[in-house]
């Protein structure tokens, strides 16, 4: 079942597939890779490209006032739902205010044509691949810190977070999925687990009609790792929390806001904002990273 956001019908939805289309686009000829050469790291906002597949992958980078490219700095990398841009990511999940304070790069890749080739859905492009290359272009030009790089996302941005977390290695130290599952065909292998540790932190809405699906990938994962969760105080009504140590040296932390849909918790503006939840996905995420640098 595809994880579609159904809030814009008629002209409005071609409008807006139309402008997420031209982001991805085919290159009109072959082109390198942007270089140190061709960059210039410096504070503020970059709408950059990197060439990957035959394709100019766009992509939006923050980096904070204090950013100083001699020295390294965490990486997070936020991927929008479908249809989206990285736009409307920046919009709902607000991480540049905490990038500024603790001096973090924050990084958001547009999908081909609104979308990510994630666990269920959305396009066939190398996306694996992609975000592969864009940590190493981020941590050779921009000296993003590879042990500090982290992965986060909304629904089919989500489902691609766990995608990305298993099918590369010793790229992401933990990943942080919101209203995403870790289902469909490729995740029936009991093989198909990171070969290396890969913390999780997830925010399920029990609203969300995919909420049961969710529970379950969440439950597998555990499962496979041998993690053993425990309930732990979330000091709010209507949200549990379980914290599991897996065998591997990872650990898996789960919210479920029993009154949220399918939604990102504590957001203040964007088009799937839950300001109300009661707990704020970004500041929990973001002490959950800080918590979670890779493991050697």
């Known amino acids: 079942m595809r994880r579609t956001v159904a809030v814009l019908t008629g002209l409005c939805l071609m409008i807006v597939a139309a402008a997420c289309g031209e982001r991805g686009r085919p290159s009109s000829a072959p082109s390198a890779e942007p270089s140190a050469s061709s960059e210039r790291p410096a504070a503020g906002d970059h709408d950059l490209t990197l060439s990957h597949n035959g394709l100019d992958r766009t992509y939006l980078l923050h980096a904070p006032p204090g950013y100083d490219p001699s020295r390294a700095a965490a990486l997070i990398i936020a991927l929008h739902y479908y249809p989206g841009s990285a736009t409307s990511m920046r919009e709902l999940a607000g991480l540049e205010a905490r990038a500024d304070k ?14 990510f080739n994630a666990l269920v859905c959305c396009g066939s492009a190398d996306d694996v691949g992609f975000l592969t290359a864009l940590t190493d272009h981020l941590v050779q030009t921009w000296h993003a810190d590879p042990n500090r790089v982290f992965l986060t996302g909304i629904s089919n941005g989500g489902e691609m977070s766990f995608r990305a977390a298993v099918e590369t290695t010793g ?33 399920i809405g029990g609203q969300d009609q995919h909420a049961s699906t969710f529970q379950t990938g969440i439950k597998t994962w555990q499962q496979r790792l041998t993690c053993r ?12 929390h379980t914290v599991a140590g897996c065998a591997d040296g990872s650990e898996v932390s789960v919210y479920t806001i029993a009154d949220m849909g399918h939604s990102w918790p504590g957001a203040k503006t964007g088009q799937l904002a839950a300001s109300s939840a009661g707990v704020s996905a970004t500041d929990l995420m973001w002490e959950f990273f800080a918590a979670h640098p890779r493991k050697a």
């Open 171 to 203: 790229t992401f130290a933990a990943i942080g999925v919101v209203s995403g599952g870790y289902s469909g065909k490729l995740t029936t292998a009991d093989s198909y687990v990171p070969k290396s540790p890969v913390s999780v932190i997830t925010f």
């Open 229 to 240: 969760p425990s309930p732990k105080a979330s000091g709010v009504a209507g949200v549990t």
């Open 102 to 115: 603790d001096n973090v790069l924050v990084a958001y890749p547009d999908g081909v044509d609104g979308g």
